[in-house]
């Protein structure tokens, strides 16, 4: 591992004073819903005793979020008052003056100081070549990939929320892995679940990590358990970690009796399938899929179009709705196929765990199972794989070649949640900043390797521009605007699935081969 001294660190600082620098070019853009989300709950939390926090509902957007973030948002509405104290109060809905947006877009900023931290951790970590331009080396690299990320600059300092804050929490508690710390890591983690739920999409790869690795000290020379290395003392330590975490997150309201209001808060399953914009995952292949297959047998005069639902999938709602050709599908058969798509990888994991990096590799995959099959995805939590996957990409030429396919097609798909004119120029600029420094760094890298990227990857990549061409500039003009407004989310929902999915599969792939070289490697 290499920790960089004072002098080679001033390019970090570089880097993270400019993204802070273009953070607050952004206080006064266009902000979504997100933002009166975030201001209610401080509201909520600010003015209202505890045992009330997840019964208000006087506003839409009712707090959702594990305790913890309650109390995260409760700290910060005590700094809040002494800008505006009129966002404090429960009954003001959509209320942005002035104070409250600088606030508001401050406490993402500040709150940022830990991703700063966390990205500075993973770069200490990194196996580097001494003497190496500076400029090239995977620890600048990865440092750019990850304070630059151009889904967390929209995510966050334009559309509004705090996932900087949080994908620190998680990188921060990989880094203590790839250090050893393995207690802090499990601490860490345990924090960032009550914080926010999502991150239960890659609690299976700290599962079986922890209890591989952590609990069993020891393997056999091929690699394998050796069962008789258990520690029963570490198991106990990681148990009272998860437990004493939990029970100061949720300890009150289950006093108070309230624990089943506050997961039906956390779970709401009637809010169907899809998001409103559909992420593109399986599910946005199977409801075009279902499209086609209506609109196939009306033509054959197989169904009755008086019979077919209006609009049930793309009209822009966040609602239960049934498919009409293939069967429905149901939060449990979502969490089947989720099982499914990650256990493989679980059980590669438990047999040859490939240290700290395999447990990595297995988040990407654990985050992108959870993303492709999961119930209710928010097209946002495409970053979950893509953050940790930078990691890899500036490790090894196959990862970087998954991670600019991925990345290039997940950030394209967030394009849609900015919708405004003046957000245009700005979301198309960082975006190709982002993506140029991605591919042009990781070729420089991987150099002596060859291309990154084959002919088709690439033909299906800049197939993204004619693509943003026709959604922005070209459909608005034609008369299908007014009748079917949803078509370009559709195809850009649809169009990005493809590469999610192929990205998916290159991980898999990955995995499962080096799994059959090793063994390989064992024969001969």
């Not at 599962?207 to 056999?220: K, S, V």
């Not at 957000?423 to 420089?444: A, D, G, R």
Request: charged share 15%.
């Amino acid at each position: 591992m290499a920790a960089p001294g004072s002098g080679e660190s001033s390019w970090f600082v570089a880097l993270s004073l400019g993204v802070s620098f273009i953070k607050c070019l952004l206080i006064n853009a266009y902000h979504s819903t997100d933002f009166e989300v975030h201001r209610n709950w401080l509201a909520v939390t600010h003015s209202l005793p505890v045992s009330q926090w997840y019964y208000e509902a006087t506003s839409e957007w009712t707090l959702d979020y594990p305790p913890l973030f309650a109390w995260f948002e409760y700290g910060l509405s005590h700094v809040a008052r002494y800008f505006d104290k009129e966002m404090l109060v429960v009954q003001n809905l959509n209320y942005a003056s002035s104070a409250t947006v600088l606030f508001q877009r401050l406490s993402v900023i500040v709150t940022d100081v830990v991703f700063i931290y966390a990205v500075k951790e993973c770069c200490n970590c990194l196996r580097e070549e001494k003497g190496k331009d500076q400029l090239g080396k995977p620890s600048f690299i990865l440092a750019a990939l990850l304070l630059w990320n151009f889904g967390l600059l929209i995510i966050d300092h334009i559309h509004f929320q705090y996932n900087g804050f949080l994908f620190g929490v998680l990188l921060l508690s990989v880094a203590r892995h790839f250090q050893g710390r393995h207690l802090e890591g499990a601490l860490l983690f345990s924090i960032l679940l009550n914080l926010k739920h999502i991150y239960l999409y890659i609690a299976p790869a700290y599962g079986i990590f922890l209890l591989r690795c952590f609990c069993f000290t020891q393997n056999n020379t091929d690699g394998s358990l050796q069962w008789k290395s258990f520690s029963l003392f570490r198991l106990v330590a990681l148990g009272l970690i998860v437990l004493s975490t939990f029970a100061v997150s949720f300890g009150p309201f289950i006093i108070m009796g309230q624990l089943s209001q506050v997961v039906s808060r956390l779970f709401p399953f009637k809010r169907g399938l899809c998001h409103a914009y559909w992420a593109p995952n399986i599910w946005a292949l199977y409801n075009i899929a279902d499209k086609a297959l209506s609109i196939l047998g009306i033509k054959l005069k197989l169904l009755d179009i008086n019979k077919l639902p209006k609009a049930s999938m793309t009209g822009g709602l966040v609602q239960e709705f049934q498919h009409f050709v293939l069967p429905s599908v149901s939060p449990l058969m979502t969490l089947i196929c989720t099982l499914l798509s990650i256990l493989p990888v679980l059980l590669s994991m438990w047999r040859r765990p490939n240290g700290t990096r395999g447990f990595l590799r297995c988040i990407v995959i654990c985050a992108l199972g959870s993303f492709m099959f999961g119930w209710h995805v928010h097209e946002k939590a495409i970053l979950m794989a893509i953050l940790p996957l930078s990691f890899l990409a500036v490790e090894s030429k196959e990862d970087a070649r998954t991670f600019l396919i991925l990345s290039t097609t997940g950030h394209f798909s967030l394009f849609p949640l900015l919708f405004t004119a003046q957000e245009l120029p700005v979301k198309i600029l960082l975006m190709l900043l982002f993506t140029i420094f991605s591919f042009t760094s990781l070729k420089k890298l991987f150099s002596k390797y060859g291309q990154l990227v084959n002919s088709v990857e690439a033909a299906y990549l800049l197939g993204l521009v004619p693509l943003e061409l026709i959604c922005e500039f070209i459909y608005p003009l034609t008369s299908w605007q007014h009748k079917l407004p949803f078509i370009p989310l559709l195809l850009t929902s649809v169009y990005c699935a493809l590469g999610v999915l192929y990205s998916f599969i290159r991980l898999y792939l990955s995995v499962l081969t080096a799994a059959d070289s090793r063994s390989k490697a064992k024969a001969q």
